[in-house]
């Protein structure tokens, strides 16, 4: 069983958000809960709360099913940052020319699933 969730139009750039999603991508989903509170980059707290919610919609939708699933059991299974629309400014310059500023925007999703070796096991 598989759960995704998704944070669109998120006001960080792919670049920024690609390099903190790359740190959870495979770990248990509550040790990588861990690694995005204690990182530094300002773009953690929205990958974090992705997380968050890909954890829970897991958890709905196996109570849904009539199954029984333990937090400490979900992977992230994967992970990824796509570019979004690109805001476009301009900055006064020297003699009347305009610098143009590009505000970049991103697309966060993050699948959580069982871990298959556990099930196995059993």
């Given amino acids: 069983m598989e759960a995704k969730a998704q944070a669109r139009f998120v006001r960080s750039t792919p670049m920024k958000a690609r390099r903190v999603v790359n740190e959870i991508r495979g770990k248990r989903a509550l040790q ?3 690694v995005l509170r ?17 954890i829970f919609n897991a958890k709905y939708q196996a109570e849904e099913n009539g199954q029984n699933l333990k937090l400490e059991d979900l992977v992230v299974r994967a ?15 020297a003699q009347g020319r305009a610098g ?20 196995e096991v059993r």
């Fill in 32 to 34: 990588a809960y861990d």
């Fill in 38 to 54: 204690y990182a530094p980059q300002a773009v953690a707290e929205d990958v974090r709360k992705v997380l968050h919610s890909a």
């Fill in 79 to 93: 992970a990824w940052v796509d570019e979004g629309p690109t805001m476009k400014r301009f900055q006064p310059r």
């Fill in 100 to 119: 143009r500023i590009l505000k970049r925007t991103s697309h966060i999703t993050v699948v959580v699933g069982a871990d298959d070796k556990k099930e």
